[in-house]
Nanobody, 133 residues
């Protein structure tokens, strides 16, 4: 399995932007579908964006569509999440995940059914994003 380490979280004012990074090691992220998930206090973890090898094969949840953008830089084995127009409801711990292409059905499934198929996911430890004035 690939090992993942997130960074880039912090405190930001409403309307602000952040870019999260997730560095992979032990394997090449180009062999994986990658995604970002978040867990707010008292809530279940939700998949917000997953990518299956190209920008054309990307899923965004309704809560972030139009504001967040996922991208993969294979040359440096890093997944990014660009977050614009952040709002207090975006406050959460953000996690990076990877699923081997051999185990992937669709990117929507990767993002929405992670609890059912958790055994095939590699997870980072998370980075906290707090949106507050």
């Amino acid at each position: 399995q690939v090992q993942l380490v997130e960074s880039g979280g912090g405190l930001v004012q409403p309307g602000g932007s952040l870019r999260l990074s997730c560095v992979g090691s032990g394997s090449t992220l180009g062999y994986y579908a990658v995604g970002w998930f978040r867990q707010a206090p008292g809530k279940e973890r939700e998949g917000i964006s997953c990518e299956g090898g190209s920008a054309a094969n990307t899923y965004y949840s309704e809560s972030v569509k139009g504001r967040f953008t996922i991208s993969l830089d294979s040359a440096i084995n890093t997944v990014y999440l660009r977050m614009n127009n952040l709002q207090p409801e975006d406050t959460a711990v953000y996690y990076c995940a990877a699923v081997p292409f051999s185990a992937l059905t669709t990117v929507q499934t990767m993002c929405t059914q992670h609890q059912k198929y958790d055994g095939i996911y590699s997870w980072g430890k998370g980075t906290l994003v707090t949106v507050s004035s």
